[in-house]
């Protein structure tokens, strides 16, 4: 907070002292309170991007790049060119902050902003996909709760909608015990056509503005502000910042945005997010080169007697800005009384470029459009952390228990056993369209209805090996993501990025997003995925503990299969066919969960990431598809490959006779061979048949692959080849990978 | 003549889409999506009342909608013949319109639940379940957070021959493993006595495309198949 001088009067204000005289140099004048609030706001860090502006300034380029982009980052979502007339849009984001105090409307909020960025480009919400951390739940009912919570907000709110939550992912860990974290992203499907009438600016003067959707009421009023300071003690005060939803009216916004979108008569398209109007209305002017006349008594308030500066900055939700054409005011009109969704003409457009508020005579804000989005930009001082060298130096003890029981331990562990218990409670069906659903595949994949077209979509990132590494990490995250829709048998085409970092004014904690954005930006450049959109939390510390949360880039990945018949499932398929891993094992057992669960221990050194080696992987996985050659696909992660393969046996209860004789060319221990997370692995099952052929594609494209052992209808893994014999029983197995979460919950 | 078969879009239903397209598309019978304001029953030979959360649900599930004009218009049909389903929310809005008898509670785990479950066919006579066999074991998705039918007469159900589907075991076994929600005898849904209303928590439109189903089954097309045949029957 800082006290500043406002007309003789002093006010607290979120912006430094140096802001506040910007803004007076901007205007030549003392701003109105109406105009100081939304400078405050739109000045926030996580309205502004002050702080990662300079650094995500290298994924600027997408559209330019790529000609399959139809909008890059700074739009409300990447839109993408999918072929056949069809675009696809996307976003992820946090809602971090609200969740952490109010996991149920914070995360069901979350959901609630993210379904508006994708609806106002035009199209329709067709999936929901959300990334969360956690504590660890054993033990700690603050994070039970929590997940509890976040959980039930993310199915109520998602499930009344009637858009499908098809995929996610979760980790559990001490770091975010009191900061968890609620990412948030959403799919949409239309025509290039839809997309084309719901440009997020008003262009053209003389157009009617409508406000529509959800009253605007006095909750939500600096919940911008709020979300980029760091929590504190007083944050539980900081309650009625948090907003609440109303699922049941945001479904009515949905169906009367696209019926409204359809008539030809909107001409922009705006939601009502952080900043509320002040921030809908300078953008939409500001980005259009244009001006307004706003009056704020046209506005449909939720409670009497509020200030022109609390209608300006209320977040209330569910609300809808509408640039609409003069001859189509009627029929517009029309559609939102069908679906009975409150809505106002609150102004029009002009060419003043300049926006003007007015409450009832009285001009309240009067301010070159582009004004608010004119922030400062900070330089942010990077620093490597000293407490690095000694994580990374860490050595693997040898393990005091067997193979047998380590691989127990950890498929029974928070992180890698079943989350069941989360994707039954999100209606992951409706819109008739999952054909590859939760648990059933490495991504969600969803069709085209009329189409022999899919979409493939997954989320995730590796925060443990982003604490040690942030640029091996990102893009580690990127390989695993990739490889999670590439196994169902889809091309990636795009990314989204949800960074959540620590306090960017502490140079060890923008160190970490500095070099997970460069690894982010090195990677998806190399090879060839454009970079759509993005979404920065700041801010992930708990003044309580001084812990910042370990750094997490979130990455969403997007791809496109044609034709049913390539699509490639997890499960294994046929006794008698044979295991293939694809990929070396390497020594990288630093941030793996056999070092958190087993030794209880942090460090040591995570996987590197080699481009030329993965593409190669993923070329020939693709040759492979092509020639019908692989039954089953499953790509490696946390735990090493065993785990891989049990998950594959579980569904149509399969076992395997391991034999890693040939397979351990680095020499490695037995546990680093087995629990290394290695990215860019992939487990197949393929017909002995064709087992020379793929072998040979395999030397043609300089990948390493092995057979590693044979399918069979007992449910025991035997491997062989160590210096121990394991022998697992899968049944086993897959009762503990099945009830950890539910026994930590249900009590 | 053309049969012509309505799907009724209440304020936040959200199966709506799905059901017309099953119908309209797999089905290949002419349907329209009828807002609730709008729907006149004289248009139409037969009417589905979608999943969904209905008025967001608020209050409790279906009851807003029991009270929209369209189960007045709905009520005509019901009287004399015509066939109704209600699915999920519509089975609830069903029972609060008193079409059907019973209560739909929360389900027992106080979760929402969505799976593949699998029902028995217990009643072959009703309007959306003649081409069925009496026993036979359908695939079927259930996703609803208040699923749990309860009666305080179920021996007057089974009297009438009112209980037309059990949750079972693929086998058939209706056991208390087998029942996703902890309605009363395992009931997934019912019917009225004249048995050309049926209500049922879980849903066919998501079951009519092999594409979408784990074992490749179409089991939900039967429900409207029978339905067709059904006002096929009585137009003749």
Known sequence: ??????????????????????????????????????????????????????????????????????????????????????????????????????????????????????????????????????????????????????????????????????????????????????NVACIGLGTIEDFKHAPSRAYNPGDYIILMGGSTGRDGIHGVTFASRTLTEISEADRPAVQIGDPFTKKMIIEATLEAVKTGFVRGLKDLGGGGLTCATSELTGDGNTGA?????????????????????????ERMAFIVKPEGLETVLEVFKKYEVAHAVIGKTDDSKVLKVFDGEELVVSLPAKALSE???????????????????????????????????????????????????YDHEVGVRSVVKCGEGDSGVLRIIGTDKFIAASVGVNSKHCYLDPYEGAKGGLVEICGNIIANGAEPMAMVNCCNFGNPEIPESFWYFSKAVEGMNNFCRKLRIPIVGGNVSFYNEDEVSKTAIKATPQIMIVG??????????????????????????????????????????????????????????????????????????HDVNKGGFIITIAEMCFKDKFGADIDLTGYNVNNLRDDELLFSETVGRFVIETNPKDQDEILDLAEKFNVSVNKIGVLTSMPEINITGLNQ????????????????????MEI | MTIKIAVIQFPGANCDLDAVHVLNDVIGVNTSLVWHNHFKEADFDGVVLPGGFSFGDYLRAGIIA?????????????????????????FQILVEAEFLPGA?????????????????????????????????????????????????????????????????????????????????????????????????????????????????????????????????????
């Not at chain 1, 008594?297 to 939700?317: A, C, D, H, N, W």
């Not at chain 1, 022998?727 to 930590?744: A, F, G, Q, V």
């Not at chain 2, 369209?70 to 519509?90: H, V």
Request: with cysteine.
């Open chain 1, 1 to 182: 907070m800082t006290k500043v001088n406002l007309n003789g009067e002093e006010v607290s204000v979120e912006m430094t002292g140096d802001e506040f005289e910007k803004v007076k140099d901007l205007l030549d004048r003392e701003p109105t309170i109406t105009e100081l609030g939304g400078f405050d706001v739109m000045w926030s860090e996580h309205c502004s991007y002050k702080s990662s502006r300079p650094k995500l300034k290298l994924f600027e380029d997408a559209e330019a790049n790529y000609d399959y982009v139809l909008a890059g980052p700074g739009e409300d979502a990447g839109v993408i060119d999918i072929g056949d007339g069809y675009a696809l849009a996307f976003r992820i984001e946090s809602h971090n902050h609200p969740s952490a105090i109010e996991p149920y409307h914070g995360a069901a909020t979350g959901i609630g902003g993210i379904i508006r960025d994708v609806l106002c480009m035009g199209v329709r919400p067709i999936a929901l996909l959300d990334p969360l951390r956690f504590g660890r739940l054993a033990g700690n009912s603050h994070s039970q709760w929590l997940f509890k919570y976040v959980v039930k907000g993310i199915a109520d709110y998602g499930n009344c909608t009637g858009i499908p939550t098809i995929g996610g992912e979760v980790e559990f860990d001490d770091s975010f015990e009191n900061n968890c974290l609620v």
């Open chain 1, 293 to 317: 006349n706003i009056d704020l008594r046209k506005v449909f308030t939720g409670e009497p007697g509020m200030t022109s500066y609390e209608i300006m900055l209320s977040e209330s939700q």
């Open chain 1, 375 to 425: 922030s400062p930009i900070f330089k942010r001082q990077e620093k490597r952390p000293g407490y690095l060298d000694q994580l990374l130096a860490q050595k693997t003890p040898e393990p005091t228990i067997t193979l047998k029981e380590i691989i127990e331990k950890l498929i029974a562990s928070e992180n890698i056993c079943s989350k069941e218990w989360v994707y039954r409670q």
């Open chain 1, 560 to 633: 496109i299969i044609n034709g049913l018949e390539n699509i490639i499932t997890l499960p294994f398929k046929e006794s008698g066919n044979d295991i293939l891993i694809i990929g070396e094992t390497e020594a990288e057992l630093g941030g793996s969960e056999y070092h958190s669960v087993i030794h209880l221990i942090e460090g040591g050194i995570p996987p590197k990431i080699d481009e030329e080696k993965i593409q190669a992987r993923w070329n020939l996985l693709f040759e492979l598809y092509q020639k019908r050659l692989i039954k089953a696909n």
């Open chain 1, 725 to 744: 014999d394991v022998k697992l029983n899968t049944n086993k197995m897959k009762e503990l990978y099945d009830s950890t979460i539910p026994d930590l």
């Open chain 2, 66 to 90: 029991a009270h929209s004009p369209a189960l007045d218009e709905a009520r005509i049909m019901l009287k004399d013949g015509r066939p109704i389903i209600g699915i999920c929310n519509g």
């Open chain 2, 104 to 236: 739909l509670l929360q389900n027992e785990t106080l979760r929402f639940v969505c799976k593949w479950v699998n029902i028995k066919v217990i009643n072959n006579r009703t309007a959306f379940t003649h081409k069925m066999n009496k026993d036979d074991v359908l695939a079927i998705p259930i996703a609803h957070g208040e699923g749990r039918y309860y009666t305080d007469n179920v021996k007057k159900l089974e009297e009438n021959d009112q209980i037309v589907f059990k949750y079972s075991t693929e086998e058939g076994s209706i056991t208390s493993e087998a029942n996703p929600n902890g309605s009363l005898e395992n009931i997934a849904g019912i019917c009225n006595i004249e048995q050309n209303c049926v209500g049922l928590m879980p849903h066919p439109e998501r079951a009519s495309e092999s594409i979408l189903s784990p074992k490749q089954t179409t089991h939900g097309r039967i429900f409207f198949e029978s339905m067709i045949e059904f006002i096929k029957q009585r137009l003749t």
